[in-house]
């Protein structure tokens, strides 16, 4: 497998042309792009301590918040619990979304993935930690939009409607490690708009697809790798593209953990679709097409497919009905 960089920017730079410029290209060609975030070092690692707190846990007490107790899709899933295309990834992991009260309807469907979280008791600070690191990366999302929408012609404020009550999606992973480097997750892009990525540092394992194959994206100190989901796609008419990833396991002896955060409009809102200037709108390439993934128009409707198909426990246990 080959290593190849992927473009840089520096948060340092938000608000500058050439970090718009950068942030246009680099989602134009690629979908990744490494981030400089400048948040303190304190902060990062104690949420990797209290991440890797969480998992050293007994067994049974991160089975007592299992994900199939769950018809929000919130919790813990076990190593080999999570599918995607059909086939098993080799990581566990702990879902957190926004604290809501259920929906008191249940149609349209997605409505019922608004719901409460499930926190380990014996690990209170955990919610402490990432509820504060939630806080923080709602914040970065806001303003990283913010500078998409001007880059692509919008104005600033393009995306606030859509965003008013985020749907925020929190997931602490550890990919264990094994003999052969098989499937820690399998190939996918992202169901939403904006993800930002926080890896152990040192860890790699990461690998995005370009057109000319797969490479490995080497790990960057400091930074997020932030990859943009195909409801950005959508918006943009293809202009800016949701690239296929996915991630190795690591090796015997060795773990690999990361915090993907991902940053999403409301369940109910519609894609905020963009006009682009004439000369953007020349260079986009329409919406890449797939018979067995049709992307919806509310993020609602392309997260509960998501979750479907990525716990068909927790789909089996709570919503039968919606099952073909
Ligand atoms: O763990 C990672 O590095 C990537 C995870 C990922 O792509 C995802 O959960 O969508
Ligand atoms: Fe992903």
Redesign the pocket.
């Known amino acids: 497998m080959t290593t190849r960089d992927l473009p840089a920017l520096d948060l340092d730079d938000l608000g500058t042309e050439a970090f718009r410029r950068t942030l246009r290209d680099a989602t134009h060609e690629v979908g990744f792009f490494h981030l400089r975030h400048r948040i303190p070092t304190a902060v990062t690692d104690e949420l990797f301590t209290v991440a890797r707190r969480f998992f050293a846990l007994p067994e049974a007490d991160k089975l007592a918040i299992e994900m199939t107790r769950s018809p929000w899709f919130r919790g813990y899933t076990r190593v080999g619990g999570e599918r995607t295309q059909g086939a098993v990834d080799w990581r566990e992991q702990i879902d957190v979304g926004p604290e809501r009260a259920p929906s008191a309807r249940r149609d349209p469907a997605y409505l019922r993935l608004d719901g409460p979280n499930q926190w380990p008791a014996a690990l209170p600070e955990l919610r402490t930690v990432i509820e504060a690191w939630t806080a923080r990366l709602s914040d970065l999302g806001h303003r990283l939009l913010a500078e998409w929408a001007v880059a692509l012609g919008a104005g600033p404020d393009h995306f606030d409607a859509a965003f008013a009550e985020p749907s925020t999606l929190l997931?602490l992973?550890r990919y264990p490690g094994r003999e052969d480097a098989g499937q820690g997750?399998g190939a996918?892009k992202?169901p939403g708009i904006l993800?930002l990525?926080l890896?152990e540092p040192g860890s790699a394992g990461?690998q995005v697809q370009r057109d000319d194959g797969w490479f490995d994206v080497p790990p960057a100190e400091d930074a997020f790798v932030v990859n943009i989901g195909e409801l950005l796609e959508v918006a943009t008419d293809g202009y800016l593209r949701a690239t296929n990833?996915r991630?190795v396991s690591p090796a015997p002896g060795t773990e690999r953990l990361?915090i993907?955060f991902f940053f999403n409009p409301g369940l109910d809102a519609e894609v905020p679709r963009i006009a682009l200037p004439a000369d953007l709108a020349a260079q986009a390439r329409g919406v890449e097409q797939d018979a067995d993934n049709v992307i919806g128009s509310r993020y609602g409707e392309n997260l509960l497919k998501a979750r479907l198909r990525a716990h068909p426990d927790v789909a089996a246990a709570h919503h039968a009905d919606l099952l073909d």
């Open positions: 997931k992973v997750v996918h992202d993800t990525l890896i990461l990833h991630v990361s993907p």
